[in-house]
């Protein structure tokens, strides 16, 4: 039997509070929130998490930032990437840890899921930066975050979870339509809801809502940033297209979506629709070189 919309809101809204998030987290978290945050103060609150200051600065010295120089310290990368960039990455980071830590079921792989998450994560950054597209640091963690909704289902709806699970393996649907058939909604609507009690930025939690299907303009739904919601889906069909890392979702996502690259394409003038092959072709290339560093996520 599905479960309404509404008791499942209530449920997925309870875990606003992850446990695994400790009051170090929990006072980053605030200040990530917060738009009027200074540099030192975010920068003093992340150095009292050793571990975490040390991913933002791989993140920070990674490939895909393409930086002239290494970047040794938070001060600096502060400097160099800006405030907003920083946040968004240290919130990322330490949201993406703190599911990690979640106990799952045990017939999910989800040593390839976090590598499909992480790798989603680093594939919106490199063609965001490719087309121009400036998110300070939102399309990384819209990568890294876009399947939140399926560790909600698996970690609160277990006897759903597995149920879904082998109908997917079993009948071959999309696991997106057999959450829908079977619980009544699907872990992009669950991941939004979250990110919304998180109080996550609106054209975030859009991103996660659409990264399996953008809303049609027939229906006109309320949506901050197109652009981010198509990167989202676009780097969910890249891992999809090039197998790397597994979610369950195969067969559902178009690397060709052409109204997804129409709103990607717009607002630069480096690329046009002739070009998308090489643009993958390119993504690739990058995502290779970046690969053997999302270790350390």
């Not at 840890?97 to 999910?108: E, F, M, T, V």
Request: with cysteine.
């Amino acid at each position: 039997m599905n479960h309404d919309k509404e008791h499942l809101k209530t449920i997925t809204e309870k875990i606003q509070n992850l446990p695994t998030i400790n009051e170090i987290g929990r006072r980053i978290f605030a200040l990530a929130s917060d738009p009027e945050v200074s540099m030192g103060t975010l920068s003093h609150a992340i150095h009292q998490d050793p571990s975490l200051a040390a991913r933002v600065l791989k993140v920070a010295n990674s490939p895909f930032y393409g930086m002239s120089r290494q970047v040794d310290s938070l001060q600096l990368a502060l400097v160099i990437l800006g405030l907003n960039e920083v946040k968004n990455i240290a919130l990322g980071l330490l949201l993406f840890k703190a599911i990690k830590k979640l106990n799952g079921n045990k017939s999910y792989d989800r040593t390839k899921f976090w590598f499909h998450s992480a790798a989603c994560g680093v594939i919106c950054r490199i063609l965001g930066h490719k087309l121009s597209f400036r998110s300070e640091g939102t399309d990384f963690i819209t990568g890294l975050l876009h399947d939140v909704g399926k560790i909600i289902i698996d970690q609160y709806f277990d006897s759903k979870f597995v149920t879904i699970f082998q109908k997917t393996f079993t009948h071959k649907p999309p696991m997106l339509i057999a959450e829908r058939e079977i619980l009544g909604e699907s872990h992009e609507q669950l991941g939004r809801w979250l990110a919304e009690h998180w109080r996550l930025p609106e054209t975030l939690c859009d991103a996660i809502m659409y990264h399996h299907e953008l809303p049609s303009v027939e229906t006109h739904a309320p949506i901050k940033d197109l652009r981010l919601a198509s990167l989202s889906y676009i780097a969910e069909a890249f891992c999809e297209l090039y197998n790397i890392g597994w979610d369950g979702d195969s067969g559902y996502s178009d690397i060709k979506d052409r109204r997804a690259w129409e709103i990607l394409l717009s607002h630069q003038n480096a690329y046009a629709p002739k070009d998308i092959d090489r643009i993958l072709t390119e993504t690739l290339a990058t995502f290779s070189e970046v690969r053997p560093h999302l270790l350390w996520l």
